[in-house]
């Protein structure tokens, strides 16, 4: 398996509500990421998690919330969005934490 | 600050014409990345650039990177309709806060490539 996947495709969601983001690989690799893409935007980086242990992006609000059961799952927890907050997430992952990303085909996220 | 800057942001190609995207960084990178992407989807890896003077070739597009300039460019030979997208290059940046976690990619604007019969 050489891919990142990740579920949902699209979410559309309220400010009061409470959704999750999921990134799955299996390629053994032991650095994940998450970015944020606005459009005709570069992504900006989110998080990143290597060996399971997170990596804070200092400027990232409190309602998004990452976390890493495992080597393989990396999961974005969402919380009282703001519409400013609709955007493309992307999931990447790369074999150590400074190797070349691979990234997810994405979810696209919309705050009503 | 690490900043990354592309150029041309956007550019209207002929088809079978040939054209050059530029990347400059601002400071230290031996490594550096080239990506595709296409409307509403997500990031396609072109190259891996490691070293200076590496150069990589893949169908129409060759990169090239130069450390000591700071500088790596993505040629494209006899652009065709399908090599319509939007092209980002990106550098490794500066460590992240956290101790011993490393490692997250800045990215340029990206150029707009659009190739026109």
């Known amino acids: 398996d050489t891919e990142v996947t990740q579920t949902p495709k699209h979410l559309v969601m309220g400010m009061t509500n409470k959704k999750s983001l999921k990134c799955e690989q299996h390629m053994g690799h032991r650095a994940m990421y998450w970015y944020k893409q606005k459009a005709k935007k570069p992504p900006e980086l989110m998080f990143v998690y290597s060996y399971e242990k997170l990596s804070i992006n200092e400027s990232v609000p409190s309602r998004f919330s990452p976390e890493c059961p495992n080597s393989s799952l990396l999961n974005l927890h969402l919380h009282a969005l703001q519409p400013e907050d609709s955007a493309l997430y992307l999931c990447a992952s790369s074999p150590t934490h400074d190797g070349e990303q691979y990234f997810g085909p994405g979810t696209r996220l919309t705050v009503t | ?117």
């Open chain 2, 1 to 117: 600050e690490l900043k990354v800057e592309q150029n041309p942001l956007f550019l209207s190609m002929q088809e079978g014409k040939n054209y050059t995207i530029y990347c400059n960084y601002s400071t230290t990178s031996d490594r550096l990345y080239w990506y595709r992407q296409d409307p509403g989807k997500s990031l396609e890896s072109l190259f891996v650039l490691l070293s200076n003077g590496a150069v990589k070739q893949e169908g129409r597009l060759m990169a090239s990177l130069d450390t000591k300039a700071r500088l790596s460019t993505l040629h494209i030979t006899a652009a065709v309709h399908d090599l319509s997208a939007t092209y980002f290059c990106a550098v490794d940046g500066p460590y992240l806060t956290v101790e011993g976690s490393q490692g997250n990619l800045i990215f340029g604007k990206g150029t707009k490539l659009s190739v026109k019969p």
